[in-house]
């Protein structure tokens, strides 16, 4: 499954973020159930930045999938029990619920200095919560920064 677009919305006042039609079809299908069945994510700390930092939602077979990988790392024995020490501890596990938002924990939500106003990022094997206002200007800075970023997208995607 993969995640494409760029979705503006609101996190309200209990913590919910509607996930949209298209992204919640995708999910549905590729999780076999239909419209309104308990479909679980996993949520887990993104970048963490002052200026504005990200949450990340896996669904819940791309987040153990992850987790099998991580079995793999080249990190070494300590290296990986203390980073999967601080992921699985982070991680939550939601709900689509039948109006189609999750509840994002406010402890999350706090750590990556997220405000109302937000952006959900399809980011291919997963999505991204960024600050509004913080995603538009890295997104300008980095086009800005190089020109050429999406000139010739075939290149980026050879091997």
Same mark, same amino acid.
């Given at each position: 499954?993969?995640?494409?677009?760029? %979705?503006?919305?609101?996190?309200?006042?209990?913590?919910? &973020?509607?996930?949209?039609?298209?992204?919640? @079809?995708?999910?549905?299908?590729? @999780?076999?159930?239909?419209? !309104?069945?308990?479909?679980?994510?996993?949520?887990?700390? !993104?970048?963490?930045?002052?200026?504005?930092?990200? &949450?990340?939602? %896996?669904?819940?077979?791309?987040?153990?999938? $992850?987790?099998?990988? *991580?079995?793999?790392?080249?990190?070494?024995?300590?290296?990986? *029990?203390? %980073?999967?020490?601080? *992921?699985?501890?982070?991680?939550?596990?939601?709900?689509?619920?039948?109006?189609?938002?999750?509840?994002?924990?406010?402890?999350?939500?706090?750590?990556?200095?997220?405000?109302?106003?937000?952006? /959900?990022?399809?980011?291919?094997?997963?999505?991204?919560?960024?600050?509004?206002?913080?995603? /538009?200007?890295?997104?300008?800075? $980095? /086009? @800005?920064?190089?020109? @050429?970023? /999406?000139?010739?997208?075939?290149?980026?995607? $050879?091997?």
């Amino acid at each position: 499954m993969v995640f494409t677009g760029t %979705y503006e919305h609101s996190i309200d006042a209990k913590n919910r &973020l509607a996930i949209p039609a298209p992204i919640r @079809a995708q999910i549905q299908r590729a @999780a076999g159930a239909g419209e !309104g069945d308990a479909i679980a994510l996993f949520v887990i700390p !993104g970048e963490l930045d002052p200026e504005g930092g990200s &949450l990340s939602i %896996y669904t819940e077979s791309d987040f153990e999938k $992850r987790a099998q990988q *991580l079995d793999d790392s080249e990190l070494d024995a300590d290296q990986l *029990l203390e %980073y999967e020490r601080i *992921l699985f501890s982070l991680a939550t596990r939601v709900e689509i619920d039948k109006q189609g938002r999750v509840r994002l924990p406010e402890s999350l939500i706090k750590r990556a200095n997220l405000p109302s106003d937000i952006v /959900l990022l399809g980011v291919k094997d997963h999505l991204e919560v960024h600050s509004r206002e913080a995603w /538009l200007k890295r997104l300008e800075e $980095r /086009l @800005a920064q190089n020109p @050429a970023l /999406l000139t010739n997208p075939r290149r980026m995607m $050879r091997r």
